[in-house]
């Protein structure tokens, strides 16, 4: 029986068509929908629609499916529907009538809701610790070559003396930043829309702020209209949340792609990081790095139809929210797996530092030449001209020294690694606090 079942069976082809994979997505959200039903009796006990007996019966019944979940026996079939009506018609097997009232002062859209949101934290927080680990790899890799020398590039032409230790510490200092973004969707996220209904609230004295606190939500999302319409858009949030990251990835695959050119190799990666040619015996490709960059636009796509399929959608609750659960999933996925692999390269990348000194040639150095002028009392537009007609005149200057001249805070002489490293660090233990805390709650949750 669907719970929304009537007096009729539903056309077969009809039917299919409007679940689509939406049975197969709600298999992650099983544990979820399960925590939130926890947190949902307890509330309908404490207002008396529940006896002691029956809110025992129902949270073992749901212990035993999560155990069920994690065992892999707990499959979710076509003729479920979805996650929610799979769960309360097991329950119903095992305890009758009693399972009749779980569903008292809910509705799939606010039981969905809460399924995802608890989902999307606790993947969030995973995500966040990976991402954190990068960024202290990216920063390792730095303070191991703070000043060997690489050149720096525009227009991917040689531009001036650059370091090792500046091209990596980017990346980790980039990706310290995303999380700042990454927070604000978390914050979105960590609102409870348990006791929201569908949409317009329940005609009983829900404690909301008792269920808020049993999933470990820092506040209740008040406004009820509002948490339905927030499908859809938090998880939107969430993912741009992590777009810089991805484009941080996307960016350090580039430059690799490049860097590991034969005619360049300033990088080694073990053989076995690349795949070969079915026709060229020599070829040893990349494939990884360029599979980074296609899974990067894969991911931004996956932001825009999130975007896209809640755009324009009046008040309320509309069918067209299911249709973002696929692709915000997959969004998650695929950010998670492209900091893995990231991190994967960074800690098995070598630099070459014989080809890296050799393309420092005397060009690079064009810009330290009209400085000097300039220090010399030439105006800098004079000194410019005066330098780029005699480029042929420019010679190779001891590079060390010239990256040590620039001394300003985040030049190649000042890189400020060991204030990145205090911050990352702060960021990590506030990270690996919010995900002890959750863990705490949970079990606390799901203690019988």
């Given amino acids: ?10 056309n077969e082809r ?7 994979k939406d049975y197969l997505l709600d298999q992650a959200l099983v544990r979820f929908d399960c925590l939130g039903s926890i947190a949902h009796i307890r509330g309908l006990l404490d207002i008396g629609i529940l006896t002691e007996e029956e809110f025992s019966l129902l949270k073992k019944g749901l212990l035993e499916i999560i155990e069920l979940d994690k065992e892999g026996r707990f499959i979710i079939q076509p003729e479920d529907e979805d996650v929610h009506t799979k769960i309360e018609n097991h329950l119903t097997e095992q305890l009758s009538d009693i399972a009749k009232k779980i569903h008292t002062a809910r509705s799939r859209n606010d039981q969905v809701l809460t399924a995802i949101r608890l989902y999307a ?27 060997l020398p690489m050149p720096g590039r525009t227009h991917l032409q040689k531009a001036m003396p650059s370091s090792l230790g500046l091209w990596a510490g980017a990346f980790s200092e980039s990706l310290l930043d995303n999380l700042i973004i990454m927070d604000a969707g978390y914050e979105l996220c960590d609102q409870s829309p348990l006791g929201s209904g569908a949409s317009y609230g329940i005609p009983l004295p829900l404690d909301r702020n008792l269920t808020a606190e049993l ?36 960016k350090f695959s580039s430059d690799l792609i490049l ?26 490709n990349p494939s990884f790095l360029e599979i980074i960059r296609a899974r990067s ?33 997959k969004g998650l996925d695929i950010a998670e797996e492209l900091i893995e692999i990231a991190s994967l390269i960074v800690e098995n990348l070598k630099p070459n530092e014989e080809a890296m000194r050799k393309a420092c040639t005397p ?5 330290d030449k009209a400085i000097e002028l300039t220090k010399e009392g030439m105006p800098f537009r004079e000194a410019y001209k005066k330098v780029a007609k005699e480029l042929d005149k420019i010679e190779t200057r001891e590079i060390s020294a010239a990256l040590k001249k ?14 990145l490293r205090e911050e990352i660090l702060s960021k990590q233990k506030a990270i690996t606090k919010r995900k002890e805390d959750w863990e705490k709650k949970v079990s606390y949750l799901t203690k019988s």
């Fill in 297 to 329: 636009n894969t991911f931004i796509s996956l932001v825009f139809q999130v975007i896209s399929i809640i755009n324009s959608l009046p008040s309320g609750y509309n069918q067209d929210f299911q249709e973002t659960k696929e692709p915000f999933i």
């Fill in 259 to 284: 860097f590991l050119l034969p005619e360049l190799s300033y990088f080694q990666l073990p053989q076995e990081f690349f795949l070969g040619s079915s026709i060229m015996p020599q070829k040893r």
């Fill in 14 to 20: 009809i039917e299919a068509f409007v679940v689509g």
């Fill in 363 to 367: 060009e690079i150095f064009a810009q």
């Fill in 215 to 250: 999933l470990s939500f820092s506040r209740v999302q008040r406004n009820t209209l509002y948490t339905n319409n927030s499908r859809g858009k938090i998880e939107a949030s969430l993912l741009m949340g992590l777009l810089g990251v991805v484009l941080d990835i996307s």
């Fill in 121 to 147: 934290k606790e993947r969030f927080l995973t995500i966040e610790e990976k991402t954190i680990s990068l960024s202290l790899s990216f920063l390792t890799f730095a303070e191991k070559y703070p000043m």
């Fill in 406 to 419: 620039r001394s300003h805070i985040g030049g190649t002489g000042n890189l400020q690694l060991i204030r």
């Fill in 1 to 10: 029986m669907k719970l929304w079942q009537k007096d009729y069976t539903p």
